[in-house]
């Protein structure tokens, strides 16, 4: 926590709006597996709708409201529209929730 201390108040003050933007997308759980399973894969909305077993508008929606906070993209392929994380922050949190919170299974997030 020493390092906290040497940031000036208003970077601390944009830093910590930053940081509780993103928290806020977290704290939905669709959303959380969402981003969890594009760690390491693009995947189409198709494949993202068997990772929540939901219905494509659904996971639509919860793909806009990623996009719209800029941490994920998607990409025309073909027909087909892939989604992949542009935050590269995002990655080693997504790691360390996972390792907090799925010890077991830890590995798994940056294998895949």
């Known amino acids: 926590m020493e390092k906290l201390t040497h ?4 970077a601390m003050a944009d830093a910590a709006d ?3 933007s993103v928290m806020r997308v977290l704290s939905n759980p669709a959303r959380l597996r ?3 399973a594009l760690v390491g894969a693009d ?3 198709g494949e993202l709708e068997e990772v929540l077993g ?7 929606g919860q793909l806009a409201r990623l996009r719209a906070e ?10 087909q529209i892939r ?8 990655t080693p949190v997504l790691e360390r929730l996972f390792e907090v919170f ?3 299974d830890a590995a798994l997030l940056t294998e895949s």
């Open 102 to 104: 799925c010890p077991a």
């Open 83 to 90: 989604y992949r994380l542009s935050d590269p922050r995002v």
């Open 34 to 36: 969402l981003l969890c």
């Open 54 to 60: 939901a219905p494509q508008a659904y996971v639509s």
């Open 18 to 20: 930053a940081a509780a």
């Open 43 to 45: 995947r189409t909305v």
């Open 70 to 79: 800029g941490l994920v993209v998607a990409e025309r392929e073909g027909r």
């Open 7 to 10: 940031i000036p108040d208003e």
